[in-house]
C-alpha cells in the first residue's frame, strides 16, 4: 500500500515541474513562463520589500515576503497575466498548457 | 481643481527648491538623500493620518501599503548614507515639502468618512506624481554617487507602482 503511494508519488513529481521566476529591482524575470497543468511556480523576491503575484482572473493571488519566497501550482490550462497588488507597475504572464 | 492647484504647487516647490538648494546648482548628495528620506517620511505620516481616520477597507489597506514600503525604502536610505558616511544636509527643498505637507494635513484632519477618503487618495496620486517628477528630472541625474543614484531609480520604480495603485484605489472611490 505504502509501495503503490510512493510509486505515485514519484511518478508524479516526476512529471510536475518547479519553474522559478526571480523578482528583482520591481521586475518578474522572466516576465513569461510556459507551464503544465500540475506544475508548481516559484516566486523568489529578491527585493527588500513585499510584493504579490496575482492573477487577473482570479486564479492565484500569492503573496511574496521581501527576500522571501512564495509559490503556487497551476492547475489549469489558458493563458493568466498576473501583477504585483502593491507595484501595479510589476506585470508577468504565465502560459499554462494541458498535460 | 484645488489638487491639480496643489499638486502643480508641489511640482514648482521641488523643481525650483532643488534647484536653489546649491544657490541655482544642482542639489548634492547629501542634501538629496535628506529630500528623498523627507519625502518618504512625509508619505508615513499621511499613511498614519489615514489608518486613523478612515474605515474604508481599501484605502486602510494602501496606507498600510504605503507605510510599509516607505519605512522599508527610508531604512534602506540610512543605511546607505550610513555606509557612505553621508550626513543628509537640511535644505530648502526638504522644509517647503514639510511646510506644504504640515497644510495638507491640517487641511485633511477638518474632513472625515467619504470626503477624507478622496482627498487623501487625491493627494496620494498628486503625491507620488510630483516625487516621481522631482527623482525623474532633477534628484536621479544630480546625484554622482552610484549606489545613491541605484537606490533612487528603484524607489522611483516603487513609487511609480504607488502612483498606479493609487489612481486605481482613487478611481473606485468615484
Known amino acids: 500500500m505504502l509501495g503503490v503511494l510512493v510509486l505515485v508519488l514519484a511518478a508524479g513529481a516526476a512529471r510536475a515541474e518547479v519553474i522559478h521566476i526571480k523578482i528583482d529591482k520591481l521586475a518578474f524575470a522572466p516576465a513569461e513562463i510556459t507551464a503544465h497543468v500540475g506544475d508548481t511556480i516559484e516566486w523568489a523576491n529578491a527585493d527588500f520589500l513585499a510584493h504579490t503575484a496575482t492573477a487577473r482572473n482570479g486564479t492565484f493571488d500569492v503573496m511574496i515576503a521581501a527576500h522571501g519566497k512564495a509559490s503556487t501550482v497551476v492547475k489549469a490550462a489558458g493563458t493568466v497575466d498576473y501583477y504585483c497588488k502593491f507595484h501595479p507597475n510589476m506585470v508577468g504572464k504565465v502560459v499554462v498548457v494541458g498535460k | ?174
Open chain 2, 1 to 174: 481643481m484645488f489638487i491639480r492647484i496643489a499638486g502643480a504647487l508641489a511640482a514648482m516647490v521641488i523643481a525650483t527648491g532643488a534647484a536653489s538648494a546649491q544657490g541655482g546648482a544642482k542639489p548634492t548628495d547629501p542634501q538629496i538623500a535628506h529630500i528623498a528620506y523627507t519625502a518618504g517620511q512625509i508619505d508615513i505620516d499621511a499613511a498614519k493620518q489615514a489608518l486613523a481616520k478612515s474605515k474604508n477597507k481599501e484605502v486602510r489597506a494602501f496606507a498600510q501599503d504605503m507605510q510599509r514600503d516607505h519605512t522599508a525604502v527610508n531604512k534602506k536610505a540610512l543605511a546607505l548614507v550610513k555606509k557612505l558616511k553621508v550626513t543628509p544636509e537640511d535644505n530648502d527643498t526638504s522644509k517647503a515639502l514639510v511646510k506644504q505637507a504640515k497644510e495638507k494635513r491640517a487641511e485633511l484632519a477638518k474632513l472625515s468618512g467619504a470626503a477624507f477618503d478622496k482627498a487623501y487618495m487625491d493627494n496620494e496620486v498628486a503625491y507620488h506624481k510630483t516625487v516621481n517628477g522631482a527623482l525623474e528630472k532633477t534628484l536621479i541625474p544630480s546625484a554622482s554617487n552610484a549606489e545613491l543614484k541605484e537606490l533612487l531609480q528603484t524607489g522611483l520604480k516603487i513609487f511609480q507602482g504607488h502612483e498606479q495603485h493609487a489612481e486605481q484605489v482613487a478611481a473606485k472611490l468615484k
